[in-house]
């Protein structure tokens, strides 16, 4: 590689600088597109190791607004013949949400919204804070007399005071596990094992972003809901922080149509995911109405069922531009920046080298997703 007749060192780029690169040999095309090649087979044998699956909506969603009281406002679908997909890394230490989603009762060419979220900062049910004996003796619980675990108790009493109460929670324990909708005491009537969320994943961080027309509706909503966020903000950067952990769980990865999810996701006894999320653009005006304490609410929630993709080829509908919000990169282009070379989901190399890839939206410097 040569950079203005100079070698070129792969630290040396600085992100948005325009760069001059001097291809005048055959020896240099075919020493680029060989890298890129190496590049490619190690991203493919990265796949690999990961569990690709896709999702469909728990019930009448898979996102959703609510108001104050938890109630939904408009539920957001993945659009027929659409692929929303759920990357899981090998050692679940990661999972990665990527999909179209559209709004019920409205045009879906006009409010479509792409979402891309990864969770991350794994954490076993060791780690919570309601699956604990802490719990079980807070004089809030009921369920000190009563057969352990109290499902009825985790559901109804199990709250973010509760856990951020340092006498009650001395280790620091997290929110979770979150039953919801009875979905615990069906699955111990259908027999899953005790406690039900023995082997269940949960994740402490969410990052990404929403992007495309629908966020307008999605953020009008929030501010219907809650008057105090700001009217003129555009974006969502998802935070799960004041808020129950993400969880998910299947009995069978493999073949998730047959496994149990144990009322994981909230909704059903399917495997899938939940979670609830603010946005951090938020934040500050939800914890002023509940000053000094922090907001112990949300404004949207995720639920899905986990499935396995289907092999037909699915219809990109709505179609989208590849764009660039808060270095989230929306699909269906999906960008994968790794060096010099940009990769698309097809797994295709850029032709050109950094200004192309500039053109394409895609960050030199940004984090790897695989």
């Not at 991350?120 to 004996?133: G, Q, R, Y």
């Not at 005071?161 to 111990?188: F, H, R, T, Y």
């Not at 961080?205 to 953020?219: A, E, I, N, Q, W």
Request: aromatic share 12%; net charge negative.
């Amino acid at each position: 590689f040569f950079l203005k007749k100079e070698k070129l060192n792969w630290k040396d780029f600085t992100p948005g600088r325009k760069y001059s690169f001097h291809n005048k040999s055959k020896t240099m095309k075919k020493t680029i597109f060989t890298f890129a090649a190496i590049i490619v087979a190690t991203l493919n044998s990265v796949q690999a190791d990961n569990l690709n699956l896709c999702a469909e909506s728990a019930n009448d969603h898979l996102l959703v607004n609510v108001n104050r009281l938890g109630q939904p406002m408009v539920n957001w679908v993945v659009p027929e013949n659409n692929r929303f997909k759920v990357t899981i890394s090998k050692d679940f230490q990661w999972v990665k949400l990527t999909g179209t989603v559209v709004p019920e009762g409205y045009d879906p060419d006009l409010y479509y919204m792409d979402i891309s979220y990864t969770l991350s900062d794994l954490l076993t049910s060791e780690d919570c804070f309601c699956a604990s004996n802490y719990f079980q003796k807070s004089p809030f619980s009921p369920g000190g007399s009563k057969r352990w675990p109290n499902l009825e108790a985790t559901q109804e009493y199990c709250t973010g005071s509760l856990v951020n109460d340092e006498s009650l929670n001395p280790k620091g324990l997290e929110w979770c596990p979150n039953c919801e909708a009875n979905q615990c005491q069906i699955a111990l009537q259908n027999g899953a094992p005790q406690p039900i969320w023995q082997n269940w994943s949960f994740y402490n961080k969410t990052d990404g972003c929403l992007t495309g027309p629908g966020v307008s509706l999605f953020r009008s909503e929030i501010n219907r809901a809650f008057p105090n966020t700001d009217p003129e903000a555009h974006q969502c950067t998802p935070t799960i922080a004041g808020s129950p952990r993400a969880q998910m769980f299947c009995t069978d990865y493999s073949d998730p149509e047959n496994g149990k999810g144990w009322g994981v996701n909230a909704k059903n006894q399917k495997c899938g995911l939940s979670f609830w999320f603010n946005c951090e653009e938020d934040l500050e005006a939800l914890n002023a109405e509940t000053a000094p304490l922090p907001y112990r609410g949300h404004v949207a929630d995720i639920n899905l069922d986990i499935i396995t993709c289907p092999t037909d080829s699915p219809t990109s509908s709505p179609t989208t531009s590849p764009t660039l919000n808060n270095n989230c990169i929306t699909p269906p282009f999906a960008n994968i920046c790794c060096g010099l070379f940009c990769f698309d989901t097809e797994r295709t190399v850029c032709q050109d080298l950094l200004e192309e890839v500039e053109n394409q939206g895609c960050v030199v410097n940004s984090t790897f997703f695989p």
